[in-house]
């Protein structure tokens, strides 16, 4: 009989917890479940079983339990997409965005390579004034000017994007333009169609017939704490990226139309408390052609700035991002037991005041939040504005941390490109291609090509995180990952 460790000695519970594990009868199996994750920095655990079975036969072809882990516990990674919450996923994310949009400019997973011969944009939509802010200006030469406040404003200057008068400046309509957001970019979407018509002097009904747009946005924030929309869009034919739009579709006919849109896309609030507020876009916006790939011939420096690559990059840069960017926080305000409203319904039917969150529907004081003032005052008007009868459908206090904003990051129309899906699947396929091919060199049996399988499962949701040892194995991947990241970089090992 085995005696069992006595680890009272050591003081550090994640080195006690290491020592436990190392102890365990598959101390390997531990070290592959973190390494498999990647350097995740908070899995999900969970517990459950899998089996597969040969449909003719009904012969177990490989079945799987988490019960037998050395921990009692499979991990798989989060696959959070902001950087802030997992650097690890966030990169597998952002890769398969660049990927998505890659293809979508020039061609590849699916879309045919023609599509590099298309008119092709990359537009940037802003949100209006909602009163003077500290900024870096500079004049038509190019050479920087100061601020409204008389300052020169460096690059990390903390006042950039905060309000010169802050008394006076329109918190109300900066958080509902946040809010109302994604609606606008929806008719955006409707108007670009009807103007690019009107433009051409066609009805909406023939330019459908010869014309099909394709577009994927990415929302970012700036450091006024307001979204801004950066969209790819693309001419096809009728049937879309493999056939060649008709010679009237231009680019200078998408930058009219873009125009038009900007103008006439609108949408109108209206509240007891507020008044009527109507919700448009900002006068600056900006139409770019993006170049084909690998020209070379280019000799205009603004246009060879929007090539394929770098445009996928950036789309996949921002697609990680959330609202830190703007100096907000990363996870929510909302007492999740009361749901943010402060009580909860008692056995009689009445509403009770949550004690947790002193009545507040906070799960942390506003006023607590290591943010600057201007953030602090947007996440305190998104929550008040929240809790009025006429926006409660918004559920701003869900989306105070967010500075209003409810939308997704980043979207794309159906036809524009690949799909995330579909990248999954094929990293998928390649990591069981990969067993399989392990299955072989270890002398198991492998199924036969036309074998009809049959996979049925049950998992439960445990809990997020490592334990205490298992941390300390993941940090070490995370260096070794970050290590050779940097060899590559300086082209000490290959790429």
Request: proline share 5%; hydrophobic share 35%; charged share 25%.
């Amino acid at each position: 009989m085995r005696r069992p460790l006595d680890l009272r000695h050591v003081i550090s519970p994640s080195l006690r917890d290491l020592i436990e594990l190392a102890n365990t009868h598959d101390f390997d199996r531990v070290t592959e479940q973190v390494r498999n994750l990647r350097g995740c920095t908070s899995p999900v655990n969970l517990h459950g079983w899998t089996v597969t079975t040969d449909e003719a036969t009904k012969e177990v072809v490989r079945s799987y339990r988490s019960e037998d882990e050395p921990s009692g516990r499979l991990l798989t990674t989060c696959g959070n997409r902001r950087a802030s919450r997992c650097p690890a996923c966030s990169r597998v994310y952002a890769t398969d965005t660049y990927h998505l949009i890659k293809a979508g400019l020039s061609g590849g997973k699916n879309v045919a390579e023609t599509v590099r011969d298309h008119p092709r944009a990359f537009v940037t939509l802003t949100a209006p004034s909602f009163g003077p802010v500290h900024n870096i200006k500079t004049d038509s030469a190019g050479k920087p000017r100061p601020c409204a406040c008389g300052t020169h404003h460096a690059e990390d200057d903390p006042a950039l994007g905060t309000p010169l008068a802050p008394a006076t400046y329109d918190y109300t309509g900066a958080v509902l333009w946040n809010a109302h957001a994604g609606q606008l970019w929806a008719r955006f979407t409707t108007y670009l169609r009807r103007a690019l018509a009107e433009h051409l002097g066609m009805t909406q009904k023939a330019l459908t017939t010869a014309l099909r747009i394709s577009f994927a946005k990415v929302a970012e924030y700036q450091k006024r704490g307001l979204v801004h929309f950066h969209a790819v869009f693309r001419f096809d034919g009728p049937d879309g990226h493999t056939t060649p739009p008709p010679p009237w579709a231009t680019f200078d006919a998408l930058r009219a139309a873009v125009g038009l849109a900007v103008k006439r896309a609108r949408l109108t609030v209206e509240s007891d408390s507020i008044g009527e507020r109507v919700i448009a876009w900002g006068g600056r916006f900006k139409v770019d052609p993006i170049s084909a790939l690998g020209d070379g011939e280019l000799t205009d420096a603004r246009v060879a700035e929007y090539t394929d690559a770098k445009v996928a990059g950036y789309v996949a840069k921002y697609a990680t991002k959330n609202a830190e960017g703007a100096g907000a926080v990363d996870r929510t305000l909302m007492c999740r037991p009361c749901s943010g409203r402060g009580y909860v319904r008692g056995p009689d039917g009445f509403h009770d005041r949550y004690d947790d969150c002193d009545g507040t529907g906070q799960a942390e004081p506003i006023k607590a939040l290591p943010i600057q003032q201007h953030v602090r005052q947007m996440i305190r008007t998104a929550w008040d504005l929240g809790h009025l009868p006429e926006f409660a459908h918004l559920k701003l206090w869900k989306w105070a941390h967010m500075l209003g904003f409810r939308g997704h990051f980043s979207t794309k129309s159906r036809a524009c490109s690949t799909t995330l899906g579909a990248l999954r699947d094929v990293r998928r396929a390649w990591r069981l291609a990969q067993a399989g091919a392990a299955r072989t060199r270890a002398d198991l049996p492998s199924t036969e090509e036309n074998t009809t399988l049959v996979t049925t499962s049950s998992w439960t949701y445990l809990s997020s995180g490592y334990r205490p040892g298992e941390e300390l194995l993941a940090a070490q991947v995370r260096h070794d990952i970050a290590y050779t990241q940097r060899l590559k970089q300086e082209g000490l090992v290959p790429a």
